[in-house]
């Protein structure tokens, strides 16, 4: 009798203790370019280098790596009324490889001065379409290919443009015809669907929650609307080589927050890294 109420007193102080620590999991290779998937106890605040960070409802967070982060990164747990635990962790560094791209309309490499005030206005309505802090969780499934054809153009690569230097590539281009559509890699609210931008052309921004935002560049058509709600696989467009284009692709960027992450990881079964011959088919 009194051995069970001295185990049931134990197994009540363990409950304690573990209620104070928040178990956390992390999904996804940490490494430039990546973006992660963190699950951890709902009710638990989570701070990257020191930054706050949204954390669904069902304890579902993400966090990203910009293809040029540094070799750490530190991330904070804090369980409901508990204590913080750190983890360090160790951003493994990737090799990028530098693509040429010729033929590129002279005043979309370096913009006369007369485009200016419109790449302004465009980088204002682009910042304000990026929302941070929603609470939605769909970056943490499974992402699938926007467009059928053939990857000319992979994440990260140095760019050179008629002979000058540029930008490295912030996204995976699938080159296909014209028309091709274009589906919705995971679920998301169209928060940009802007028909004709300076450099990207036809334009837009699907947000998978918390800053996950994919971009969808050189359609030659929109079909969904600004606020619109799309579910995975649905039809959004159709490929096109609007803007700053050398021939017909899609082109898929991805942000969390401010790092520019390399959505190609995200896609299941698909080595889309290495794989890839450095000549570009329908560039940018
Ligand atoms: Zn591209």
């Not at 560049?217 to 803007?243: C, F, L, N, W, Y």
């Amino acid at each position: 009798m009194r051995l069970g109420r001295a185990l049931l007193l134990v197994s009540a102080i363990l409950a304690a203790a573990s209620s104070a620590r928040a178990e956390t999991t992390l999904k996804g290779a940490i490494e430039q370019g990546s973006l992660v998937i963190g699950r951890t106890e709902p009710g638990a605040k989570v701070a990257l280098d020191g930054k706050a960070l949204p954390v669904s409802a069902g304890g579902l967070f993400a966090i990203g790596f910009d293809r040029d982060h540094g070799p750490r990164a530190t991330l904070a747990v804090t369980a409901p009324g508990g204590k913080t635990e750190t983890m360090e962790l160790v951003v493994a560094p990737r090799d990028w490889n530098i693509q040429r791209i010729e033929g590129i309309a002279p005043a979309l490499v370096t913009p006369p001065p007369e485009a200016m005030a419109r790449i302004r206005r465009e980088i204002a309505l682009k910042a304000a379409s990026r929302p941070v802090d929603t609470d939605e969780e769909w970056f943490a499934g499974t992402f699938i290919w926007p467009a059928k054809g053939t990857i000319s153009g992979v994440f990260g690569s140095q760019r050179v443009y008629n002979g000058q230097p540029k930008n490295p590539h912030y996204g995976v281009d699938v080159a296909a015809p014209t028309g091709a559509a274009i589906v919705a890699p995971a679920d998301g609210i169209v928060r940009l669907a802007e028909p004709d931008m300076y450099f990207e052309g036809g334009l837009v921004f699907i947000d998978h929650g918390q800053g996950v935002i994919s971009m969808m560049m050189h359609m030659s058509r929109i079909d969904v609307k600004q606020g619109e709600h799309v579910r995975q696989g649905q039809p959004i467009g159709a490929v096109g080589k609007t803007g700053r284009a050398t021939g017909p692709h899609l082109h898929w960027g991805m942000v969390w927050r401010d790092a520019r992450v390399d959505p190609s990881l995200l896609v299941k079964g698909v080595a889309a890294r290495g794989a890839v011959p450095g000549t570009a088919v329908g560039g940018d």
